[in-house]
């Protein structure tokens, strides 16, 4: 025991001597918040001039990382660089593009890269300024640059295709699916056309009986067609054609005309975006058994409301959608959800986030007739009527101790 003690004394106090910080005093200390995935070990690993703080409240450059999906399939960042104490007023943005397939080496290269530029002006306010050289390349001519020829117009496709299969001595399961999808996205209209198979078998098998076998299929295709009007204001239509034997349709067609303002700017719309959704029309509906209403296929009509506030802050951020819709012959047939997500940052090294998800579905037109066997139920081959659902979850973290965090190890 006195060994074991005395072990533990020399380990605690060999850490105090050799756990010394690498921070450098008259360096900037920053915080990084990655909204996106962005290399944070190798950003720093290579920024070994600067101060990485564990905490934001104990560093003097916050910068934020952002991201959203370009048209090609690629990525444009954005970094918002905000100075407090002693780089208090200095604040800025960059905004760049990283295109698609590249490989993981050039992303992360970019993204240092334009972190490096961001950070030259605090940088030229310390005594690291004296340690840094420029090499500016010049480039020659001064001639318009050439415009680029793009034979796909714009358009971006994508092929996926999966499958797996398990199983034992009373039971094996299949499952396959499919997805072809294209996106063409410029400044004045966004098209993207869906086509997606989804197949599941289940069979069951026990001593001197007949296997039972349950079946799930969900195939279908969708478009969505987007025109930019001005800063605010878009407008466009859905359309879907599907069948899903889960969900009682044989063949469901709907097509939605619809029409969406952004009370900010769309070219904020990475950092923060208010938007009000209002879609109408026809929808058809052919089921695989009779439902609830003794229908056997109806042409329906339904609009909804779609309100999503997002805002991503230093203080952390908030994603909140409300939707309200319900058919048209009938008010009572509505469904109404509340997505609320929100993160925190309460004080030094105490966060939170908590969020769920709330919803009335009374528009169930779809429920079949007759009550679900024990199999059915249990197994979830088929949708069982419901008026509401809920979920929800919530988290905490507290983190004390060094607030300098310069130093990376990753072995193990």
């Known amino acids: ?63 934020q990382i952002t991201s959203q999906d370009t048209g090609s399939g690629g990525d444009q960042f954005q970094m918002d660089f905000l100075g407090s104490s002693e780089f208090v007023g200095i604040d800025q943005k960059i905004i760049f593009n990283i295109p698609p397939n590249i490989s993981e080496n050039d992303r992360r290269d970019a993204v240092l890269s334009n972190l490096e530029k961001g ?119 859905f359309s879907s054609l599907s069948e899903s034997s889960f969900s009682n349709y044989d063949l469901a067609a709907s097509f939605q005309p619809a029409i969406e303002y952004n009370y900010y700017s769309y070219h904020e719309s990475n950092k923060k975006q208010f938007t009000v959704l209002y879609r109408i029309g026809p929808e058809y509906n052919n089921y695989v058994d009779t439902t609830i209403f003794n229908k056997e296929r109806e042409l329906l009509h339904r609009h909804s409301f779609e309100l999503s506030l997002r805002r991503i802050e230093n203080w952390g951020s908030i994603d909140i959608d409300f939707t309200y819709g319900n058919y048209l012959h009938d008010w009572e047939l509505l469904f109404v959800f509340l997505r609320p997500y929100v993160e925190m940052n309460i004080v030094k090294g105490l966060s939170i986030n908590f969020g769920g998800s709330l919803g009335l579905t009374r528009n169930q037109v779809n429920i079949p007739k007759g009550d679900a066997s024990r199999d059915d139920i249990l197994l979830q081959q088929i949708q069982l009527k419901s008026n509401y659902r809920y979920s929800g979850w919530m988290g905490i973290s507290y983190r004390f101790g060094s607030t300098y965090n310069n130093v990376v190890n990753t072995r193990f």
């Open 119 to 237: 950070l030259l002006v605090y940088l030229a306010q310390t005594s690291v300024l004296d340690d840094i050289q420029f090499d500016i390349q010049k480039e020659e001519g001064t001639g318009d640059e050439e415009k680029i020829n793009d034979p796909w117009d714009s358009w971006v496709f994508n092929l996926r295709g999966n499958g797996s299969f398990n199983g034992q001595e009373t039971f094996n399961s299949l499952f396959l699916s499919g997805r072809i999808s294209a996106s063409k996205v410029t400044d004045d209209v966004k098209i993207e056309p869906r086509v997606y198979l989804n197949y599941e078998r289940n069979e069951f098998s026990f001593d001197g009986e007949e296997s039972d076998v349950f079946i799930v299929t969900n195939s279908g295709g969708s478009l969505k067609y987007v025109r930019s009007i001005n800063d605010h204001w878009s407008a466009g239509f």
């Open 1 to 63: 025991m006195k060994r074991l003690l005395l072990c533990a004394l020399f380990a605690i106090g060999f850490v105090h001597m050799n756990g010394q910080s690498t921070a450098k005093a008259d360096a900037p200390k920053i915080f990084i918040d990655c909204q996106t995935w962005c290399h944070r070990n190798y950003l720093k690993q290579e920024l070994t001039y600067v101060n990485h703080m564990l905490d934001r409240q104990t560093a003097n450059v916050f910068i």
